[in-house]
């Protein structure tokens, strides 16, 4: 399984506790300050996607769990529907991976439709 397979998905649903803080002072690497910042989200209800768009008007970039929505329901219609107008407002991208996640990007970040290994 692949990083991106464990940082995406594939199977399960994931919480906090499924990450692990990494202390990046262990590591050698040049550090500086970060442009985007990644945030992990879940969706419970229309009042969650508030600090999504804050995030995303921010600049940073957004991974949401939708699990306790199926894509038909009628308000996560609604809550995509708001986010897909962020997306265009900051001419950044949004997409759906499987049932159980949205990709929310800022500015000029786009996401890939095809996967690097097909």
């Not at 692990?20 to 209800?45: K, M, P």
């Amino acid at each position: 399984m692949g990083i991106m397979s464990k940082i995406l998905g594939g199977g399960g649903s994931r919480t906090t506790e499924d990450y692990v803080e990494l202390n990046l002072d262990d590591f050698d690497t040049a550090r500086g300050s970060a442009g985007i910042s990644v945030h992990i989200a879940e969706i419970g209800g229309q009042q969650d996607v508030i600090a999504i768009k804050d995030a995303v008007y921010d600049g940073d970039m957004v991974i949401a769990d939708i699990t306790r929505h199926t894509t038909s329901d009628s308000t996560m219609e609604h809550i995509i529907d708001d986010l897909r107008q962020v997306a265009r407002e900051v001419d950044g991208d949004i997409v759906q991976k499987g049932d159980d996640q949205l990709i929310i990007t800022p500015t000029n970040v786009n996401v890939a439709r095809s996967k690097l290994n097909s």
